[in-house]
């Protein structure tokens, strides 16, 4: 597969391992068709990156790739899918896949039952700063 001709759900990944090799990130959750799994592990092991894989649909996947700590904890948390994470779990997983921590407070709240006021501060996490 070659540049010119790839994907662009393979450029995106193309991106996000090059965002990890310079330490942008830390942790990546890709999600993709099932055709291109062989491409995208293939290149992760040819560049030593340590993968998880999980079904995520029908036809796809969802690729976690990282820092080892990160996918150890992810193996122990991510145990079902995603819409099915508790409002810890789905925090957690937010926090370390580096998402703006004040939406994913906004998002716990409003998952817990204790949505944010109108103006899109949630007065339980200013409470708590």
């Given at each position: 597969?070659?540049?010119?001709?790839?994907p662009i759900d393979m450029k995106?990944?193309?991106?996000?391992?090059?965002?990890?090799?310079?330490?942008?990130?830390?942790?990546?959750?890709?999600?993709?068709?099932?055709?291109?799994?062989?491409?995208?592990?293939?290149?992760?092991?040819?560049?030593?990156?340590?993968?998880?894989?999980q079904p995520a649909g029908c036809?796809?996947?969802?690729?976690?790739?990282?820092?080892?700590?990160?996918?150890?904890?992810?193996?122990?948390?991510?145990?079902?899918?995603?819409?099915?994470?508790?409002?810890?779990?789905?925090?957690?997983?937010?926090?370390?896949?580096?998402?703006?921590?004040?939406?994913?407070?906004?998002?716990?709240?409003?998952?817990?039952?204790?949505?944010?006021?109108?103006?899109g501060q949630c007065r339980h996490?200013?409470?708590?700063?």
């Amino acid at each position: 597969m070659t540049t010119e001709r790839m994907p662009i759900d393979m450029k995106v990944l193309m991106n996000h391992i090059y965002e990890y090799k310079k330490g942008v990130r830390q942790m990546v959750l890709f999600t993709m068709n099932k055709r291109y799994e062989q491409f995208a592990t293939e290149r992760l092991k040819h560049q030593d990156i340590p993968y998880v894989l999980q079904p995520a649909g029908c036809n796809t996947v969802n690729l976690y790739f990282g820092r080892r700590e990160c996918l150890e904890a992810i193996r122990l948390i991510v145990t079902r899918p995603l819409n099915e994470l508790t409002p810890e779990e789905d925090f957690i997983l937010g926090a370390m896949l580096g998402y703006d921590i004040c939406a994913q407070c906004e998002r716990y709240c409003k998952r817990k039952g204790k949505p944010c006021d109108g103006n899109g501060q949630c007065r339980h996490c200013q409470q708590a700063q």
